[in-house]
C-alpha cells in the first residue's frame, strides 16, 4: 500500500502487447502489427487516465508470451504482478482475492474498453458501499469492470467466457452465492472491427 493510505486497488488486467497474440479479431481489418498497436494504444490510454489516481492504488497485472517480457511496453514506475494460470475466470479471481488481503475494495478491468475513465472507478467506489459486487456489463453480453469487497471463486466458474451470456451467468451466480451486487450503464469494449472502427470515428 502507497503512502496515500489508500483503501482501494485499482486492477488492470494485460496481456504483453505481442504482434499475432493481442486483439486477434482485429487482425482481418488491421493485420498483426495493426491489432498489437492498436491494443497497446488503449493500454497506454487507460494507464494514463488511472494510473496515478488520488484515491487509490494501481497494480497492472500481466501476463507474458512464451516467457518474453515485453517490459518496454509498461511505463516507468507501474506496479506489476504476474497473473496465475488458468482460464480468465481464475485468474480474475486469483488476482481480486489476493489484492482483497490488503485493501477494503478490488476494482479489476480488462485493457480493451477505452471507454472507461476516473469517473467510472469513483462511482463503483460508491457502489461498493452498499454492495458486495459492482459490474459495469459490455454491449456483447460480458463485462469491462468488477468491483468487489469480497469474492467468491464460484462466481468465476462455469461461465462461458467469450460469449454472451457471461454477464447474465455472473449476475446469476452472484444471487446463487448471496453477494449483493450493483449495476452500471453498460459501455462497449473493442474486441471486433466494427467496434474499433466505431470508437476511432469518435
Keep these: 500500500m502507497t503512502g496515500k493510505d489508500c483503501q482501494t486497488a485499482v486492477l488492470l488486467m494485460t496481456k504483453d502487447p505481442v504482434p499475432g497474440q493481442v486483439k486477434t479479431r482485429l487482425i482481418p481489418l488491421l493485420g498483426e502489427q495493426g491489432a498489437c498497436n492498436a491494443y497497446q494504444q488503449m ?25 518474453h517480457a515485453n517490459l518496454q511496453a509498461y511505463p516507468a514506475g507501474i506496479t506489476l504482478k ?9 485468474r480474475m479471481y486469483q488476482a481480486i482475492a489476493a489484492e482483497l488481503a490488503h485493501y477494503k475494495r478490488v476494482i479489476l478491468l480488462g485493457a480493451d474498453c477505452p471507454y472507461l475513465h476516473t469517473a467510472h472507478i469513483y462511482r463503483t467506489i460508491e457502489q461498493l458501499h452498499q454492495h458486495d459486487i459492482s459490474l459495469i456489463p459490455s454491449l456483447d453480453g460480458g463485462y469491462v469492470l ?4 469480497q469474492i467468491q471463486s464460484g462466481i468465476f466458474e462455469d461461465i462461458n467466457w467469450g460469449k454472451k451470456s457471461v454477464f447474465e451467468q455472473t449476475c446469476a451466480l452472484l444471487t446463487r ?7 452500471q450503464s453498460a459501455l462497449n469494449d473493442i474486441d471486433e472491427p466494427q467496434d474499433y472502427l466505431a470508437w476511432r470515428a469518435k
Aim: aromatic share 14%; proline share 2%.
Design 82 to 90: 504476474q497473473q496465475s494460470s488458468g482460464d480468465i475466470g481464475q
Design 43 to 67: 493500454l497506454n490510454l487507460l494507464i494514463s487516465r488511472l494510473a496515478n489516481g488520488p484515491h487509490w492504488d494501481f497494480v497492472l497485472y500481466r501476463t507474458a508470451f512464451n516467457g
Design 177 to 183: 452465492y448471496g453477494l449483493s451486487f450493483g449495476i
Design 146 to 149: 468488477i468491483g468487489a469487497r
